[in-house]
């Protein structure tokens, strides 16, 4: 791609760059060079051209195009591939679909605003255009359905990093997997599985991320990176963070280090020792929450005694 060739030599000098080098180095005449660079302004790249002096880039769009992702992404393959869209219904739908037509492992469905972004329990992702990230992964392990909440946590325990080396923030985990600053949720993850009875064929893995969203947006008990920290940030570089934080930690999934995953998950969990209340099957339980188990259920002891294993369901923290 001539765009690309064009912006790595733009990014690559901090000065201006004069259309003669430009030309020359990609073989192109100087009037296709106009055009290019035409073309990458109306993309939302703040470039400046001074005569006899030439080009300088001087500012980046704020959109999540795959170049600009995938330019200094230290991963091995998850955000290699990156389908990329303005407007979607969900990121899962698209995800889904690309998953049954065989997309590898790692593909990334990544939407700058959803319609119908949906989260667990029926909810909605409310998806403003430009100010979260919202994104689906597809990942191919080879376990069965009842061990995929441990993708869930891997992936909130990946999210979690991302966000405290990004903000020095230390977010926390309300189980299973609902992210939370200050009492308000930050993210959420949303799993879906296309699985046989006994062997999971691939799931995608939706992550919704409040980044720079404005409080108007924002319903009263969620709140927005940009809302904490006073300022903006950066997405494309807090992207790259999440995608190589869930890579390390889907390493040690595939590498049978789950205890460390779930220890890690441990640090930032605010669920464990609370008393809970949850809807779980249509049925209200109330109890201590004890422990998480190895393939990531919740272990709950009721005030009979006995300890209840919860799968999924929503839990409300008392007091
Ligand atoms: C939840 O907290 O209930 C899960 C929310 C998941 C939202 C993300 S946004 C990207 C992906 N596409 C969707 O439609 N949902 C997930």
């Not at 605010?270 to 020792?273: A, C, S, W």
């Given at each position: 791609m001539m765009q690309e060739k064009i912006l790595e030599i733009l990014k690559s000098k901090s000065g201006y760059v004069s259309g003669e080098e430009i030309s020359s180095h990609l073989k192109v005449s100087r009037q296709a060079l106009w055009k290019h660079i035409q073309e990458l302004r109306d993309l939302g790249y703040d470039i400046i051209a001074v005569p006899h002096l030439g080009y300088q880039l001087v500012e980046l769009p704020d959109r999540l195009f795959p170049q600009e992702v995938t330019s200094g992404l230290e991963t091995k393959f998850i955000g290699k591939n990156i389908h990329y869209q303005e407007s979607v219904s969900s990121t899962m739908d698209l995800a889904l679909e690309l998953g049954m037509q065989g997309?590898?492992?790692g593909s990334v469905v990544l939407a700058e605003s959803q319609s119908k972004g949906r989260g667990r329990l029926g909810r909605s992702w409310i998806s403003p255009k430009y100010k979260g990230i919202y994104l689906s992964l597809i990942l191919r392990p080879k376990i069965s359905p009842l061990q995929s909440p441990l993708l869930t946590i891997l992936c909130a325990v990946g999210l979690c990093e991302a966000i405290k080396e990004a903000t020095q923030i230390e977010p926390q985990i309300k189980w299973p997997n609902d992210i939370l600053i200050n009492q308000k949720k930050i993210a959420g993850i949303l799993t879906e599985l296309n699985a046989e009875m006994d062997e999971v064929r691939f799931v995608a893995i939706g992550i919704g991320l409040n980044v720079n969203t404005e409080k108007k947006d924002l319903i009263s008990t969620a709140t927005s990176l940009k809302e904490e920290l006073g300022q903006e940030l950066n997405r494309v570089e807090l992207l790259r963070a999440i995608f190589r934080k869930i890579e390390s930690n889907y390493l040690l999934f595939r590498e049978n280090k789950r205890r460390e995953i779930i220890e890690k998950w441990r640090d930032y969990n605010?669920?464990?020792?609370k008393r809970v209340k949850i809807l779980f099957h249509h049925q209200h339980l109330e109890g201590q929450a004890v422990d998480i188990d190895p393939d990531g259920a919740l272990l709950v002891r009721k005030d009979s005694g006995v300890i209840q294993k919860i799968t999924s369901g929503d839990v409300m923290h008392c007091r």
């Open positions: 997309a590898p492992e605010t669920t464990l020792g």
